[in-house]
């Protein structure tokens, strides 16, 4: 294949684009991790991601790693070893929490729901009905990247209530693109990625924690299984004392604060209307060409696109030639739905009206060029 067009266009699942500020702020030579500048950068971040996690909760960071990272040290804190866990999969990375939650030893209860659709609270209340114990911890994704689906967070938040169980939310794709609340929703610990909606290069891995939950990491039997993960040791870092844990991601940090104050300057509600327009945009245009939505009207993303591809179609083909002519990136499904959805991300900088148009276009050109193509599906 010949090189792609440089920079790339991303608008698949992740990473997004980043801001020239950002980088700059990225390449600035770095500083010891017990700089004063660093201590400043993370005071800076914390308090500008509270307000996209919609908490005032103190233990609110941004940990070294990905989003699976910060996944595997909210189970590795919250569970130990035989507590019941109920988690509700409507997607990829519902699956995931399952692997990483029994990883940790607890006694996972899995709820289904059709991909392409949203949690049935009525069935994970009758699951857990069932089981034989108090369940400790209640899970969802709230933005499912492999189909496109919202999560409605409060009737999750009042099943773990009722069942006297933390809530652990995945907003790895929303945060920053649609409202999380967290405190108004009742979630007692989240977490999300750098690369996605807030428009940072990938590495970090914000996470908010509930005084709720952090009482319940107080009450273990057991220690934490995974010192690096540990919040009681990373808190020490973030908080006055700055006790060394590990050697942070120094240059990465001041990007995300870069990040931060811009999507402040902005706004969150101009954040998320932005999302929003550019996404109608692009589903206006798919219908003209008669590309049908994957995830159900009514619970879809506006930063994560599912699409049918058409009949007749080769996904790699399409995707291929868009990456290898236009410099264009788009996602394939996962799992069952690979080689049958294209996942299409406007996050963060990616989403602009000029990008949606971009697509538009090359999607056009090679859905005509195709052999019989005329198109539409």
């Not at 569970?79 to 999969?89: A, S, T």
């Not at 219908?287 to 049908?292: A, N, Q, W």
Request: charge should be negative; glycine fraction near 12%; include cysteine.
């Amino acid at each position: 294949m010949p090189v792609p067009p440089f920079p790339r266009i991303l608008l698949g699942p992740g990473p997004s684009a980043v801001a020239p500020r950002v980088l700059e702020a990225c390449s600035r030579p770095p500083v010891g991790y017990l700089d004063p500048e660093l201590f400043q950068a993370l005071a800076e971040i914390q308090e500008g991601l509270r307000p996209l996690f919609g908490t005032s909760s103190e233990l609110t960071i941004a940990m070294t790693g990905t989003g699976m990272a910060a996944m595997e040290a909210c189970f590795a804190n919250l569970v130990e070893p035989g507590d019941q866990v109920l988690v509700g999969v409507h997607g990829f990375f519902g699956a995931r929490m399952v692997e990483v939650a029994a990883r940790c030893g607890a006694r996972v209860t899995r709820v289904d729901a059709e991909w392409g659709q949203p949690l049935d609270p009525a069935r994970m209340e009758e699951a857990a009905s069932a089981l034989d114990g108090r369940v400790k911890l209640v899970a969802c994704v709230h933005a499912e990247t492999s189909t496109g689906v919202r999560q409605p967070l409060e009737p999750i938040s009042a099943l773990a209530r009722r069942l006297d169980a933390l809530l652990l939310v995945d907003a790895v794709t929303s945060l920053g693109g649609i409202p999380v609340d967290m405190d108004g929703c009742g979630v007692d610990a989240c977490y999300s990625a750098s690369q996605k909606c807030l428009g940072c290069p990938p590495g970090l891995a914000p996470v908010s924690v509930s005084s709720r939950a952090l009482e319940a990491v107080a009450a273990r039997r057991t220690p934490v299984q995974s010192w690096y993960h540990d919040w009681s040791l990373i808190g020490q870092y973030w908080r006055g004392e700055h006790a060394y844990h590990h050697t942070v991601p120094v240059c990465a940090l001041m990007g995300l604060r870069e990040a931060l104050r811009a999507i402040h300057e902005e706004g969150l509600e101009a954040r998320f209307d932005r999302h929003l327009a550019v996404s109608g945009r692009l589903l206006a245009g798919l219908d003209e060409m008669g590309l049908r939505p994957f995830a159900g009207e009514g619970h879809r993303l506006p930063m994560l696109c599912s699409v049918w591809i058409p009949d007749g179609v080769d996904d790699v083909a399409v995707r291929t030639r868009l990456l290898a002519e236009w410099g264009i990136e788009i996602g394939g499904g996962l799992g069952a739905l690979k080689g049958r959805i294209w996942r299409i991300g406007l996050m963060g900088e990616s989403a602009t009206p000029r990008n949606v148009d971009l697509l538009l276009a090359a999607l056009r050109r090679i859905l005509v060029q195709r052999p019989g193509g005329r198109g539409s599906a």
